[in-house]
């Protein structure tokens, strides 16, 4: 019975919408609405940006307000167009000596010019799409060059600390210092020692009390306390100076030979988009940890990224503010903070002009002391140990310590491209520098091959293979990570050659691993990890192993599997996949298994369930049975398998999810539309009957049927399948250690359907009324659709 609804004539002066048939209706518009958290978060951002902003325009010799307006635009325009969401952009230090080198030598107005135009190289760079190259220089180059500033900053502030004023080079400033000393000003240095004080002994405030007070940032509080005690104690002492809006210098063409501009703009180029890259990157991994917010906000887009920052530069340059990057501090404490979209950055911004306009009065109270004081411990801070470690670890200290030096005394440009040369030389030093000994123990010859393996290596190693005497048992060691064509067809060759006299040849990796075979039993080529195909080895000596009930299929006349396949699948495993995994199956044999999940699937030869979902050793604790079907509590006549295993992995092993994954042409499923009532009652029908309710379900025509995104099932089966995935679920919250985990927010459900000949996997989406299975895309890392 259809119910009648009043209509209204159809306007001939409007176009007549309409759709295509299955197509979905069209989405209501999204009402803009900011939410607490970044609201918040925004608020502890703007609260770090504030001081940090200005003492980075002091370091530069720039006007104050360029910092306030880098600042804002960073967050407002960055914020809007980056790629990544929670990047906070603004005034970086690292930017602070190309940006005050520049200052020095074609001025503030010119200046502002080529952060414009630097900005401009950005949006072409970003269309050309070339962001991902940016991440191709050595991590010792970046943090060289980063160091590098950090110590030509904090070498800098520290003449603004004692009270005076800072040179231009490194070198006069640290010729200066013992004068400086000398003759320092005792009101500057008392608030710079009272800034640095309560600048590094906020975050290590005890107790609970202390971890309330921790959610005040440190620098606010640092320039906050040295500025009420200047005030209040009437110190006399250079302070912030903000003149009027109205006189504030907007960006002028440079002047100057072409190339001296063209380095400086490729120089501003390089340090902004490498530290703007470089910083998505790290907010990505600080994402990562957060599971619902990954999946809120995804992945940063680096070729955004870099067209957000070119925007910003372009605009920033224009109105005077300085350069704009990625800022790690902000970065990370917004991320911290528990901010969830881009709001939070933008609304920091929005803080920022408010502050500019509104506060100019308390910011001039601001001591200059205190501002150089935050600032040189942020450049002190720059010179990690943790990356001087990392990079003596990958023996990189070298490159590291060139790139240092060079930015320190000759400047950023020069330091990373005397970084670059030095990192290529020790590459090719690596490449070239191959050592080869040889040690016999029980009548094996052992030839050991350290470093990588190239044509220019090949000559001694012939010659010292050849030197063995026809019949010995000889191994090969190569303990590298690079071996080009030259030195794998020479060790083929004689690999070859030697076990045709009789010898033994066996080529190793570092870990005693065969990497190679001789030629007479390398026909197979089946390697762990190569894609599958279903493929057969032609392996002579393995078609000869085909046992008497195996023999060849009639159709298609492949070889039927055979008892010593299986054999030779755990043979293929302990010579090439176990030493491999051996080191983590032993830590988990001490420790114990600790999943995260419990994987609850069929048992059709088709799913497997590692491969479906990057999952190893210690992931998932999977339950595997006809029709991934759980029965509802006490409905296991005799048999309690899966009931236990929901015990075990919720109570015990303590699980945070449990996932039933279903999947197409399910034969469970194709077995309960043709099971008839009556008949004999066998094993499988009385384990079937634990799906009949899924059957009911998908019958009811007053229940939502589920479906895929983007098109419904394609038959009875598939609308069975993905029916029986959610009537499980259901079944599951029936079982007591479930519900009780539920009620105490410990445990999470989820549903998920694999489609076998697509090869794609779908989620059901959380409190999705109409039960839409998500589609999961390669770049979605398996998160819940919106």
């Known amino acids: ?14 176009p007549a919408r309409t759709h295509q048939p299955h197509s979905p209706p069209p989405t209501p518009p999204r009402r803009f609405r900011i939410e607490s958290a970044d609201l918040s978060a925004s608020i502890a951002v703007f609260l770090i940006a504030l001081p940090l902003s200005l003492g980075i325009a ?9 910092g306030l307006v880098a600042a804002a635009v960073g967050g407002l325009v960055a914020g809007r167009i980056g790629g990544s969401a929670l990047q906070v952009s603004g005034p970086a230090a690292g930017l602070t000596v190309v940006t005050a080198e520049l200052i020095q030598h074609y001025g503030w107005r010119a200046t502002c010019g080529i952060t414009v135009l630097a900005g401009i190289t950005q949006l072409g760079l970003g269309c050309l799409r070339v962001a991902r190259t940016a991440l191709a220089v050595s ?7 980063l160091a590098g500033i950090g110590v030509t900053i904090a070498v800098a502030q520290l003449h603004i600390v004692l009270g ?4 231009s080079s490194v070198l006069d400033n640290l010729v200066g210092l013992p004068g400086q000393v000398a003759r320092m000003q005792p009101a500057a240095v008392s608030m710079s020692v009272l800034t640095l004080a309560l600048l590094f002994a906020w975050p290590r405030l005890p107790g609970r009390t202390g971890r309330l007070l ?10 906050a306390g040295a500025t009420t005690t200047a005030s209040l104690a009437g110190l006399t002492l250079p302070r912030v100076d903000l003149p009027s809006w109205s006189s504030h210098a907007l960006a002028g063409l440079p002047e100057g030979p072409v190339l001296g501009v063209a380095a400086a703009v490729l120089t501003v180029t390089l340090v902004c988009s490498v530290q703007s890259l470089l910083g998505a990157v790290a907010v990505d991994k600080l994402v990562s940890a957060r599971p619902e917010l990954q999946a809120r906000v995804g992945r940063s887009g680096l070729d955004r990224e870099l067209l957000g920052q070119g925007a910003a530069n372009v605009v920033s340059g224009a109105l005077g503010g300085l350069p704009v990057a990625g800022v790690a501090v ?20 929005v803080f920022v002009v408010v502050a500019a306009l509104l506060m100019v009065p308390i910011l001039e109270l601001i001591p200059l002391a205190s501002l150089a004081a935050l600032v040189m411990a942020v ?6 140990l943790h990356h001087i470690r990392t990079v003596t670890r990958h023996r990189e200290v070298l490159v590291y310590a060139v790139t240092t030096l060079g930015v320190v005394f000759l400047g950023v440009l020069e330091g990373v491209a005397l970084g670059v040369a030095v990192a290529v030389g020790v590459a090719l030093h690596r490449l070239t520098r191959t050592r080869i000994t040889h040690e016999e123990k029980g009548g094996v010859h052992h030839v050991r091959v350290r470093g990588q393996l190239t044509f220019l290596a090949v000559p001694r190693l012939s010659r010292a293979l050849h030197l063995f005497p026809r019949g010995a048992n000889i191994v090969v060691e190569l303990d590298g990570s690079f071996m080009d064509h030259a030195a794998y067809e020479s060790l083929q060759d004689w690999q070859s050659s030697h076990s045709a006299q ?6 190793t990796g570092r870990a005693g691993t065969r990497i190679a075979e001789p030629a007479d039993s390398a026909h197979c080529r089946c390697r762990p990890w190569t894609p599958w195909r279903n493929h057969h080895c032609e392996d002579p000596s393995a078609m000869g192993s085909v046992s008497p009930s195996g023999g060849h299929d009639e159709k298609t006349g492949e070889p039927r599997p055979s008892g010593h396949q299986l054999e030779r699948g755990i043979s293929a495993f302990q010579r090439n996949t176990a030493p491999l995994v051996r080191e983590e199956l032993a830590r988990l044999a001490r420790e114990g298994q600790r999943p995260s999940q419990l994987f609850l699937t069929c048992a059709d030869s088709r799913l497997v369930t590692s491969m479906i979902t990057s999952s190893g050793p210690g992931d998932l604790f999977v339950v595997r049975n006809v029709g991934n079907l759980v029965p509802l509590p006490g409905e296991e006549s005799g048999d309690d398998s899966v009931a236990a295993a929901i015990e075990y992995a919720v109570d015990v092993l303590k699980v945070r999810s449990i996932t039933v994954c279903g999947h197409s042409g399910c034969g469970a499923m194709q077995a309960l539309l043709a099971s008839e009532p009556g008949g004999a009652l066998t094993p499988l029908k009385r384990w079937l009957r634990h799906g009949r309710p899924s059957v009911e379900r998908m019958t009811d025509e007053g229940r939502p049927k589920p479906r895929l995104t983007g098109r419904g099932p394609a038959d009875t089966v598939e609308q069975l399948c993905l029916t029986n995935v959610v009537q499980q679920l259901e079944h599951l919250r029936a079982h007591d250690s479930v519900a009780r985990a539920l009620r105490e927010g410990a445990l999470e459900l989820h549903g998920m359907y694999f489609h076998v000949g697509e090869a794609q996997s779908y989620l059901l989406a959380d409190g999705h009324e109409a039960e839409l299975f998500g589609h999961v895309g390669a770049a979605d890392d398996l998160r819940h659709p919106a």
């Open 1 to 14: 019975m259809s119910a009648c609804v009043p209509t209204r004539a159809a306007d001939p002066t409007r």
């Open 58 to 66: 002091l370091a530069t010799g720039a006007p104050l307000q360029a």
């Open 139 to 145: 991590p010792a180059i970046v943090h060289g060059m």
């Open 164 to 167: 005076g004023v800072p040179q």
């Open 214 to 223: 921790r959610k005040v940032p440190a620098a606010l509080v640092a320039v």
């Open 330 to 349: 902000r970065s990370s404490a917004n991320v911290q903070a528990g901010a969830v979209s881009r709001n939070s950055t933008m609304l920091h911004g």
């Open 379 to 384: 450049g002190i801070q720059m010179v990690s």
């Open 502 to 507: 009789g010898g033994r040849a066996e080529i």
